[in-house]
């Protein structure tokens, strides 16, 4: 498995606003990623964090809105820009050890609400 | 695309009683990997059990078993003796190769006492 940690837990931010969310791995993995979860609502991808490289963004999430960072194999950073209400939602960090058969394991999540 | 779909939105069960989760997905890769996965209220996303699609035989995990169909792309998930740390959200996921999971909506239980 994969002990995964997310700063900051929770947070409550003004209309306008920017949030940067961390995600640190106790070791190396392959893969990052990071999903929303809104209210009531399943999990989506938001993008696949890239060590050294852009992130690849699925469709409807683009990067000057959820740009994101991935410097080594433990750390990536998701951050909300120019925040609105409807940015109000979990952010999970997610990661894959190795590819293949691999566990996709998940972090405690971000839960963000936008005034 | 890969598609996974959760047609009960809400489920309950009786304690020490036994329910079940449908799942069905849409793929045509022929190597490819299944899990359920439990969120509660913590909102922390618990790994249940797990399948992979060149395995005939179903995966077990305590009290947790699935009925995998691959033929008819199904995947239920069968909670066995249910106990009140049961209730949750459940959330069924697909993965091939490197791509990440896609879930399904997910399924609301309650644990009745």
């Known amino acids: 498995s994969a002990v995964i940690s997310q700063k900051p837990s929770r947070d409550i931010c003004q209309r306008g606003t920017s949030l940067t969310i961390q995600c640190q791995v106790d070791s190396q993995v392959t893969m990052m990623f990071w999903y929303r979860q809104q209210p009531g609502q399943s999990l989506t991808l938001i993008a696949t964090a890239n060590q050294g490289s852009e992130a690849t963004y699925e469709s409807g999430f683009v990067i000057d809105k959820f740009p994101i960072s991935r410097p080594n194999l433990t750390f990536s950073t998701l951050t909300v820009s120019n925040m609105s209400p409807e940015d109000s939602s979990i952010y999970l960090c997610?990661?894959?050890?190795?590819?293949?058969?691999?566990?996709?394991?998940f972090g405690p999540g971000t839960r963000l609400t936008v005034l | 695309a890969q598609t996974v779909t959760q047609s009960q939105p809400e489920m309950s069960v009786q304690e020490a009683e036994t329910v079940t989760l449908s799942c069905t997905y849409d793929t045509s890769e022929s190597d490819y990997y299944l899990f359920w996965y439990k969120q509660p209220p913590s909102r922390q996303m618990i790994l249940v059990i797990r399948?992979?699609?060149?395995?005939?035989q179903n995966a077990t995990e305590n009290r947790f078993s699935v009925n995998f169909q691959k033929a008819a792309k199904s995947f239920s998930l069968k909670i066995s003796d249910s106990q009140l740390g049961d209730a949750a959200m459940y959330f069924c996921?697909?993965?091939?190769?490197?791509?990440?999971?896609?879930f399904g909506k997910g399924t609301r239980l309650s644990v009745i006492a």
């Open positions: 996921a697909y993965r091939s190769g490197n791509t990440p999971l896609v």
């Open positions: 399948q992979e699609a060149y395995k005939q």
């Open positions: 997610s990661v894959l050890r190795d590819s293949g058969t691999d566990t996709q394991y």
